[in-house]
């Protein structure tokens, strides 16, 4: 559990200090928001390929935490 929410940082430079995953400016919500309108991991890793599988799954696992 651990080392998948480390993928999420919280920096108040970056985005207003909103949840992003690993410092870039892509935010847990913008992550979430793809996945509850019904696009697959596949569509967001295809409009941010900068980002990992494992970026999604810390932000289904940190929204959980909430």
Do not use: W
Not at 32 to 43: C, R
Not at 58 to 66: D, K, Q, T
Request: charge should be negative.
């Amino acid at each position: 559990m651990g080392e998948l929410i480390s993928r999420i940082t919280i920096d108040p430079n970056i985005c207003n200090g909103r949840p992003t995953i690993r410092g870039k400016r892509i935010t847990v919500q913008t992550s979430l928001e793809f996945l509850a309108a019904g696009d697959s991991n596949e569509d967001i890793l295809y409009q941010f390929p900068s980002l990992e599988p494992e970026d999604i799954k810390a932000c289904l696992e940190f929204g959980s935490n909430l």
